[in-house]
Structures are given as C-alpha cells and as structure tokens.
C-alpha cells in the first residue's frame, strides 16, 4: 500500500529535455484521480533546469505536495539540485527496480527521471512504481534519519 495521498497533490518540473514527458507524465496522473502542481517549463526552448526544479522541491518540502516528480535529460542535474533541499530525497530512477528501492530504502519523495534514455512506456512504468511503493522502515529509517546535515 503506497505512503501517498491523494489529498494533496503531485509537484511536477522539468527543463526542456522532460517537457515531452512532463506533459506524458501529468496527463497520465491527472486521468488516475491525482491532481498536479506544474512548475514548468511549458516548452521545448532551452532553460536552465534549477528554475524548475527548485520550486518544484519547495512543494514536496514545504508539504504542500505529496511527492515530487523530476525530468532532465539525464536527471542527474534535478536530483542535484532538488537534494539541496534538506527535506529533500530525490532518487534518480532508470529502472523498476531502483524506483522501487528509492521507496523501500530512502524513503524518497522526488522521483527524477532520465528523459534521453527511457521510453513512455518504462516512464509510466517507474512513476506507477514509485507512487505504489512504501517506505519500509525499521532498520532503513535509522538511516534515512541520518542523511540531514546540521
């Protein structure tokens, strides 16, 4: 059973190489009975992919969204900068298998994802994933509780 309500809604950004997909991904969740905060960008022209994704983090952090959803071209530069935010854990996803660890594990709340090296299919696939995936606990919150810096 998932760690997600849909009380409050999905926190969604991008740069231009997520666009395609951030659109893909939004149309999708909104379908499933989830409602979405975009936080841009709304085209394929070239931006710089902080502007997105830090209000995007704001929303997962300040507890106004659920949980957070990332697209660059290779999701590192979002995961980066999404993980500045101390209430922050973005975990780059590629595969079913690591989106569902970034959830068991790491307690993650901002999935990121690689544009440039997976398909709609695999997209949909590791967003279904993450959202259905709980936070084990026990042994794991012991150390998600020491990520934080002081």
Known sequence: MSDFSKQLPIAIGCDHAGYAYKELIKNYLLSQGWRVND????????VDYP??????????????SAFGILICGSANGVAITA??????R??????????????QHNNANML?????????????????????????????????NKIGCS
């Open 39 to 46: 936080f841009g960008t709304n085209g394929p022209e070239s």
């Open 51 to 64: 502007d997105f994704a830090h209000p995007t983090a704001d929303s997962v952090e300040q507890g106004k």
């Open 83 to 88: 993980n500045k935010h101390a209430g922050i």
């Open 90 to 103: 973005a975990g780059l996803c590629w595969t079913n298998d690591v989106a569902q660890l970034v959830r």
């Open 112 to 144: 990121c994802l690689p544009a440039r090296f997976l398909s709609e299919q695999e997209v949909i696939q590791l967003v279904n994933t993450f959202i259905e995936t709980p936070f084990e606990g026990g042994r794991h919150a012991t150390r998600v």
